[in-house]
Structure formats: C-alpha cells, structure tokens
C-alpha cells in the first residue's frame, strides 16, 4: 500500500501552467461525491443503452483493436474479430494524424468502417484517443499560442466526439500524459504541455463531457503493470491526476490500463491490486485497453513464448479482479498476423513475436481460451 502513500506533487509543471482552471463551463457546484453519484447515474445510463448482445452476456466485453486497412484487404482478419470479440474499436483512426489532414477537413472514413462494422453486429466500440504527444499532424504541432492550441483542442474534441454520441462507449481522452519515468518530473513534455500546461488534460475531459455526456472518460496509460519504483511512481501519479480532475468537478470514469506486457517483467499483482481498489474508492472504474506481449527475451519456441505470454496475462488479470471487475479487456490487434510488436521490439533470433490471441493463422492460444473463460465466468 505504500505508493498510495506517496507523496507525488505535480508542481512540476512549467511555472506558467497553473492548476486545473476551477471551473470554465458551468455554475454547476459539483462536490466529489456528487460527482461520483453522477458517474454510477451515467453508468446505469450507458448499461441501459448498450446492444441486446452485450447486455444480454453477463461477461466482462472482451474486445480487440482493428485496422481498416487490413479490414478491407483480408477478410479473414475481418472475420476474426467477429468471431471473438464484443467489442471492436479504431487502433488508429481516430488518432489526429487519421483524423486531421488540415485544420479545416475531418476525415472520418476510416473509423466509420470500423465502427459500423461493430453497430451493425451489435458489438460495441470505443475511442481512442484524443490528447496525445504522439500522431499530431505537423499544422497542430506549428501552433504556437495556448490560446490558440486551446481553441483546436476543444473544437477537434467537440466535432468528433460530438460525431460519434452515442455511438462509442467509452473514450480514452488523454493518452501517455504521464512520464516514462515520473521518478523525476511526472508529466511527460509534449506539445499540449508546452502550449497549455498541466490544465489541458481538464480542458480535454471538460470538452469530453459536454460533448457526448454517455460515453466513459478514461484517462489511459502505460508502464501502469509492474514491479519497480517507476512504475510505483506512474501509479501513484495516475491517483494523483484522477483526484485533482476529481477536485476540479470533472468526471473521470475510467482508468485503462494499457498491458503492452513484457514476458519477461513481473507484473506487481498487489500493488495493481491495491491501485485498482484505490480508484473503485475514487468511483473510477479499471479497464485493460491494449494488451498484448512483448517477448522479445523469451528463449525457445513458440510453446515456451506462450507459456511465458499466459502467466504475466494470467497475473495481470488475477490483480485487476482482485481490485474490481473491468469494464472490458481489449488486446491491441487480434492475430501475430499484424502486430506492431516486431516492427519496435522484434525478437533477436529472427523468429516471429507472438504477442496477441491469435496466431498468424488465426488459430487461438491456449492463454486466450482460458483469458475468454475467465471474462465469461466472471461475476
Ligand atoms: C500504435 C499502433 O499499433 C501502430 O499501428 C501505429 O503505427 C502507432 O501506434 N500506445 C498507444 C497506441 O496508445 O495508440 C499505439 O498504437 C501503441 C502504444
């Protein structure tokens, strides 16, 4: 329980950036717990609203990410996710650089095909992302004023939020604000840090809200899994930043837990376990939004890859159910047909990475029947 403890300030954001603003949008005078009865309101609220499928399935969703490229071009990938999955969501589509060719145009081509394949099969999906430090088109990144940073932040969430209401259960509104290594200065330094400071993550959830008040806010992140004084050090930074959006009247639903795991890294189950409980204290729920594994290190075969993938699953989900029951588990594509993995961290030998439910022939691991189980079995 130490990290919980921890006393992790984010005064280190530039001296220009103050704390969150107390409240641009409303007269509203929401207290925490006020707040927090309005989440589980919204909540009933986005249950009620969801497809006969999901709702009727007592289990937790389990969901993968999918490419519209690969989509069109391989209808077995395709297939696969219907086959497996409650939910399927944009991987990419919905990221600025997909989104924004220039300041005047969307192009929303991409995410639709992805999201209505999902309505139309009565899966749901979700969205993904809108701040991050990473896939901003080069017009973004040449802003050069808070002002109007500001201005393109809220009016990009406004459209595309506001196109997709009702549509998307949840959004993940900010991405990888956090540090790689928050042991020093806790915020990460991106464009949005360095136009607007720490308070672009509230103008980001305030934006959010307002323009589609069903979907789940969720602030996601990395590094959230292990055992190591820098990833105490992310958890305890993650508390922090949910209590003082929660402090400044903003609804935070979610924190997903992204799970890009490493087999070779040990996943701290009680201390995600008391991170997630600390968050149900909070009326922030928990969700696993890009697992897959990393196994760049694991010596032997495809069995031994495996092997090693199952455990640090299977101790990853023994500490989110420890804490609560997830809101979903959603892996970061579905087969080691196409993976992202190689390409960043490929294994030295030359074989292929097996990181996600699939194989390359879209045949299931041992570790995904026994993941499908336990999301089917779950109370
Ligand atoms: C990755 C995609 O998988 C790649 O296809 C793309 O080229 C780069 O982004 N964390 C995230 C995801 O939040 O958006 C990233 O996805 C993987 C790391």
């Known amino acids: 329980m130490a990290i919980l403890h921890r006393d992790v300030h984010l005064d280190g954001a530039p ?10 949008s409303s007269a509203s005078a929401l207290t ?31 969901g993968a990410a999918m490419q519209s490229d690969l989509m069109q071009s391989d209808p077995a990938y ?23 060719p220039s300041r005047e145009e969307f192009s929303f081509w991409g995410a639709d095909q992805i999201i209505d394949l999902a309505r139309a099969n009565g899966r749901r999906s979700r969205g993904h992302c809108f701040v991050w430090w990473n896939a901003l088109p080069d017009w973004v990144e040449a802003i050069d004023t808070g002002l109007e940073a500001e201005r393109v932040l809220v009016d990009h969430i406004e459209q595309v939020a506001g196109r997709y209401a009702g549509k998307l259960t949840s959004w993940d509104v900010a991405n990888e604000v956090i540090a790689n290594d928050p042991t ?16 672009h993550i509230a103008i980001a959830f305030r934006a959010a809200a307002a323009a589609d008040p069903h979907a789940r806010l969720v602030l996601n992140d990395y590094d959230l899994e292990f055992t190591g004084p820098e990833h105490d050090a992310k958890r305890a930074v993650m508390l922090d930043l949910v209590r003082r959006l929660q402090d400044h009247n ?24 008391a991170f997630g409980r600390e968050l149900q204290r909070l009326g922030v729920g928990l969700l696993v939004t890009e697992l897959d594994v990393i196994d760049w290190k694991i010596r032997g075969g495809p069995a031994e890859q495996d092997a ?12 989110v159910f420890a804490a609560q029951r997830p809101e979903a588990v959603i892996t970061w594509g579905i087969t080691d047909r196409y993976t992202w993995i190689p ?7 030359g074989t292929p990475s097996r990181p996600l439910p699939l ?11 026994r993941l499908q189980r336990r999301l089917r079995t779950a109370l």
């Open 15 to 24: 001296p220009s950036a103050p704390a969150f603003p107390s409240d641009h």
């Open 32 to 62: 925490r717990r006020s707040l927090l009865r309005g989440g589980a309101a919204l909540a009933a609220a986005t249950l009620s609203s969801l497809p006969p499928v999901a709702r009727a399935a007592g289990r937790v969703p389990f």
């Open 78 to 100: 395709r297939q696969a996710f219907l086959d497996h999955c409650d939910l399927i969501l944009p991987m990419n589509e919905l990221k600025w650089d997909a989104l924004r």
């Open 184 to 199: 020093g200065e806790p915020m990460r330094d991106t464009f949005w840090m360095r136009r607007l400071g720490i308070d």
């Open 250 to 273: 903003l609804r935070v639903d979610a924190v997903g837990l992204q799970g890009h795991l490493y087999a070779e890294q040990r996943v701290d189950v009680d201390a995600v376990a």
């Open 308 to 319: 090693a993938a199952g455990r640090v699953i299977g101790d990853l989900m023994d500490a």
């Open 343 to 349: 390409d960043a961290m490929p294994r030295p030998d």
């Open 359 to 369: 194989d390359a022939r879209l045949r299931p691991k041992p570790w995904f029947e």
